[in-house]
């Protein structure tokens, strides 16, 4: 099996980048951020906020002035406890001297440097600040909350611990815009790739002069819990042997690989496991979605197209995962997957009647649920156009020996293991992914270059341009897991990705089946119309008996009836495509099997007159 070592030489000086010869690189590479927002680093270790110590420290005050203090401090015979303060004096009264005065307006808080995108706009201030658990957070907070009263910034702070004083509330704005710290930080309005960094909510792998600016400071979906370790022997281990498992945990490792591999700005791709419910698809999508985050990260099709949109956007680069596709609206679906799979929302206008600035994202979608996409458009009275097909490939899932599952791994059943799944990935999770990243950006192996080998390959030849582009999709999905087993992430064996990726590309190329979309529909809207109507609007020529709506006539040839059809039956047959794209479809397909000379019609003579029907014997086998 072909592997990305292999299809490419590497360039001269990578020898041993790969395997723990590379992760031991990218650790001495990367550090842990040990920056106090990344980390919660106590204030006093293992010291209450509240207790007062034995000795306090009485600092130079320059009034008036605002200052931050750490910890408790001294002012002439009165203790003061953490906290930022407004440092002024009282109004004179008549000939009295002024006195001091110390207004606490919150709890410690820092402005450690000022924040802007690449464009010079979207201007903004790093803050550091202490929770009740004495815990320092950080967060890259946009200056336009500071509008009018300032209460979504303040509602933010609050909602992640910072204390504010009600009335000095507004000396909290008027510090936040005296700030000027030296510090200049690029502000990233989104998560994943900036350059040779990948920015996350919390962190940042890469450089170290970037981080991640929202309105909402305290949405992670990026968590973490147990270890790499724990997660590669409970959770990748058991993929091996299970193509669809391993299937869906390479569309968790493909995200990063859209922008370095496969150069893309925006859009992506998914997949959708499809199957009997109870059999596996949610434990497929739980172990997905443990790469980068907890249970949580697996989310639900019952939401709008704008809230999708915006998940999207929080989640570039990396991973979205959707149970259940019966929950979404059949009749928006279909220009919800075209727009996952663009990676451009909707244009919207602003309050002034401006536009407001289109969000964007890369994304690799993971879909579920028991009826294909097709299947829930037609619900809704939706036909699914070739574009949508391509954008979220259809994959029946629940077929394998055990359900979803080919292997138990000493398991007695398949209950019990998805269970044991289930229950590892709410244990282990949010490693295996900002590892993949590390190594990627360590890696000097020629990813496009790596990619376009692996389209390369013979199980991804396709046969139009539907599936042209999905064998790209699987392509990709191979490529990153061959990676992440290179990078020592995920124990498998060398070939069992690529493997998997060339399985999924078979299976969704059977279950889609032969042709074009719009002929494969028209076919068989053709067909279905015949068996409800046959009887009761086409008889015979020679009947004489009045048909209701009549469709057309038929008589009997020795290979089959033929169905002489008018026009308007026809494109009632194959109501939402036009009658000359109706027609080159039965005609490619054989079925048109008599007309007259440069035409597709036929001059039939019918009590006494000669009218233009279509002579159409469905599953004929060649052309006429």
């Known amino acids: 099996m072909l592997e990305p070592a292999c299809l490419l030489p590497k360039p001269e000086g990578t020898e041993g980048t790969h395997g723990t010869t590379l992760i031991s690189s990218m650790v001495e590479q990367f550090p842990e951020e040990n920056s106090p927002g990344n980390q919660g680093n106590l204030l006093r270790a293992n010291t209450p906020a509240d207790v007062v110590p034995e000795k306090l420290s009485e600092p130079d005050i320059s009034r008036p002035e605002f200052r931050t203090h750490d910890d408790w401090f001294q002012l002439g015979n009165h203790n003061h406890r953490p906290g930022l303060y407004w440092h002024t004096w009282t109004n004179p009264r008549g000939d009295a001297e002024p006195e001091p005065i110390d207004e606490w307006v919150c709890t410690p808080i820092h402005a450690d440097a000022i924040t802007a995108n690449e464009r010079d706009e979207s201007f903004g201030l790093l803050l550091r600040f202490v929770n ?330 396709g046969h139009d341009g539907v599936e042209n582009r999905a064998a790209g999709v699987f392509a990709l999905l191979g490529l990153a897991g061959e990676l992440a087993t290179e990078y020592a992430i995920t124990g498998w064996d060398k070939g069992d990705a690529m493997d998997a990726a060339l399985l999924g590309f078979d299976l969704w190329r059977e279950f889609r089946g032969e042709g074009q979309t719009e002929t494969r529909q028209i076919l068989k809207a053709v067909s279905d119309f015949i068996l409800r109507n046959g009887d009761a609007r086409f008889s015979t020529i020679d009947d004489r008996t009045a048909v209701r709506d009549r469709a057309g006539y038929w008589r009997e040839s020795a290979e089959g009836r033929i169905y002489l059809f008018n026009s308007p039956a026809l494109q009632e047959a194959a109501t939402g495509f036009d009658l000359r794209r109706i027609l080159t479809a039965l005609k490619s397909a054989g079925w048109i099997i008599e007309h007259d000379t440069g035409k597709r019609s036929k001059k039939v003579k019918v009590a006494g007159s000669s009218i233009n029907l279509y002579a159409i014997r469905p599953d004929n086998g060649g052309e006429s």
């Open 132 to 461: 009740p658990n004495s815990q320092w957070r950080e967060w890259a907070a946009p200056m336009h909350l500071l509008k009018g009263s300032a209460e979504e910034l303040r509602g933010e702070l609050l909602n992640m611990g910072v204390r504010i004083d009600p009335k000095n509330r507004s000396l909290l704005a008027k510090w936040l815009m005296e700030s000027y710290p030296k510090p200049r930080i690029i502000a990233a309005l989104r998560t994943g790739w900036h350059d040779e960094s990948f920015v996350l909510p919390q962190r940042t792998i890469g450089a170290r002069n970037i981080k991640f600016q929202s309105e909402h400071a305290a949405h992670n979906d990026f968590v973490t819990a147990g270890t790499l370790e724990g997660w590669q022997e409970n959770v990748a281990a058991l993929c091996k042997g299970n193509p669809v498992l391993l299937l869906a945990m390479l569309a968790a490792f493909a995200g990063p690989l859209l922008k370095r591999a496969k150069q893309q700005e925006t859009g992506g791709a998914g997949i959708h496991l499809v199957g009997d419910s109870s059999l596996g698809k949610t434990t497929a999508l739980q172990v997905a979605g443990s790469t980068w985050g907890a249970p949580g990260f697996v989310r639900t099709w019952r939401a709008t197209s704008n809230g999708l949109e915006a998940t999207a956007a929080t989640l570039n680069d990396t991973l979205l995962v959707l149970d259940e596709i019966s929950e979404c609206d059949p009749r928006e679906i279909g220009a919800i997957v075209y727009s996952l799979a663009n990676g451009v929302g909707k244009q919207r206008a602003s309050r002034t009647g401006s536009s407001r600035e289109t969000a964007r994202w890369r994304i690799m979608a993971l879909s579920s649920g028991e009826r294909s996409l097709s299947a829930h458009m037609i619900e809704g009275g939706k036909r699914i156009k070739a574009g949508q097909e391509a954008r979220l490939l259809d994959i029946p899932a629940t077929t394998r020996t055990h359900g979803l599952f080919d292997a138990l791994h000493e398991f007695p059943d398949g209950r019990s293991f998805a269970d044991s799944l289930k229950q590892a990935t709410g244990k282990h999770y949010g490693h295996a992914g900002p590892a993949f990243v590390k190594a990627l950006i360590a890696d000097t192996q020629d990813l496009p270059a790596l990619y376009a080998k692996a389209c390369s390959l013979p199980g991804f030849t």
